[in-house]
């Protein structure tokens, strides 16, 4: 199935899961996946959570970013991926000057099927 992120709405997201600043993404979800490309806008961040259920991979497309899984720091640059096991704890930040614009997947895991 192709997507096609242009044609995907864009939304505007101000403090994402307890986070700052400006997160825009353009998801495509069903009851398996999220799929989305987003953009986080110079020094916003996505608050900190605990993937219940799911994990997250994140590939940078654009710009530099700072990944913080269970404590540990990461800068993620373009072609660089991170990923966050069910579980575990993470957060992304964009401590640039510039808009940082990725790919994350989060597949729900099915349990007992």
Do not use: W
Not at 60 to 87: F, K, T
Not at 94 to 103: A, H, I, M, Y
Request: hydrophobic share 35%; proline share 6%; with cysteine.
């Amino acid at each position: 199935m192709k997507i096609d992120f242009t044609a995907v709405p864009e939304q505007r997201i101000d403090g994402f899961k307890g986070g700052a600043g400006l997160f825009e993404p353009r998801m495509v979800t069903d009851e398996n996946n999220k799929i989305m490309t987003a953009t986080l806008a110079p020094g916003a961040y996505i608050g900190s959570h605990t993937h219940e259920g799911n994990s997250e991979i994140v590939y940078i497309l654009e710009g530099e970013a700072v990944m913080v899984c269970d404590g540990l720091r990461e800068v993620l640059n373009p072609g660089d991926a991170s990923y966050c096991p069910e579980g575990h704890t993470h957060s992304l930040r964009n401590e640039s000057d510039k808009p940082l614009r990725f790919f994350a997947v989060v597949p729900e895991h099915m349990k007992g099927e």
